[in-house]
């Protein structure tokens, strides 16, 4: 039962949430609700509904992440800045652990309103993305798309970053079909657990332009685990050093991947949009 419970609503990039604080008062959430609140015809509306929780099995502070779709996810880059940003302004400290299904995360504040998050490691393994079929270099995975009118896109990486990613490469990342292709290949039997689909195109070896068609949610305007994902991807094929600025349809991510540690920051803003309250129909 959502009614009269208070929400935020926050964005990174552009990157819609709902942010419900279940800590003091837990709730059951049903698939249902989250679709209808996620929903602007019927809710709030936003791209990701996110929890802050104490959850059984996890330590400390846990991340909900949920799509539009009702799915529970394993990661949200864009919204573990905001939850990170939240905690830290309720701690007045200038760094916060939080976990979430994928990986345990570190918040750290770089300003008012810029948060910076390890994001842990990338999987790279075909059972660990997951991919329905051994492959052993997913660097270049082999996604044979059904009848399309021409195959101008393949070859894509695979990684995992908490959450599933596959990203093509390509000359002109404006040129693409995204809105066509992206729900393909999301859910394509290749990938089991479906997967988040985006086109990066390199501009140098510090700068990607990526746009992405999130699984769950369709095309949102940034989506930070798709950043790590194209950065870890882009430096894999030699492309791009290991630290480069990901444009997005929103903005900027700076995102680094560690050598020392293997682990990936982003680095990015994050909005606070104002508060609201369920209505009595939720
Ligand atoms: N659609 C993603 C979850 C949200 C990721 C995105 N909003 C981000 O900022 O990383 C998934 O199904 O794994």
Redesign the pocket.
């Known amino acids: 039962m959502l009614a009269g419970r208070p929400y935020l609503k926050m964005n990174?990039l552009g990157?819609e949430f709902i942010i419900l604080d279940l800590r003091e008062e837990p709730a059951k959430l049903d698939e249902e609700a989250i679709r209808k609140a996620a929903d602007p015809k019927t809710g709030p509306g936003c791209?990701?509904f996110i929890t802050i929780e104490n959850r059984k099995g996890h330590d400390g502070v846990f991340m909900g992440?949920y799509?539009a779709d009702g799915?529970e996810?394993?990661?949200?880059?864009?919204?573990a800045r905001c939850v990170g940003w939240l905690l830290m302004e309720e701690n007045g400290e200038t760094k916060v652990d939080f976990e979430t299904l994928g990986a345990p995360l570190h918040a750290m504040r770089i300003g008012d309103k810029r948060i910076a998050v390890d994001m842990g490691e990338p999987k790279f393994g075909w059972r660990e993305i997951p991919l329905a079929e051994q492959m052993d270099d997913t660097r270049y995975v082999d996604v044979k798309l059904g009848p399309i009118d021409k195959p101008v896109l393949w070859g894509p990486a695979a990684v995992n970053v908490g959450?599933?990613h596959c990203v093509f490469f390509v000359e002109d990342a404006e040129a693409q079909a995204l809105d066509r292709f992206g729900p393909m290949i999301e859910h394509h039997p290749l990938f089991p657990e479906?997967v988040?689909v985006s086109v990066a195109q390199v501009l140098s070896k510090h700068a990607i332009r990526l746009r992405v068609w999130?699984?769950?949610?369709g095309i949102?305007k940034?989506?930070?685990?798709?950043a790590c994902a194209a950065l870890v991807s882009a430096h894999r094929r030699r492309l791009t050093a290991r630290k480069a600025t990901v444009t997005l349809d929103g903005g900027d991510l700076a995102i680094e991947w560690r050598e020392d540690d293997n682990h990936i920051i982003m680095t990015g803003p994050v909005t606070l949009e104002g508060e609201g309250r369920f209505s009595d129909d939720f």
């Open positions: 990174g990157n791209d990701q992440v799509n799915s996810v394993g990661a949200c880059g864009n919204a959450n599933p479906r988040n999130e699984r769950g949610a949102t940034a989506c930070g685990t798709a």
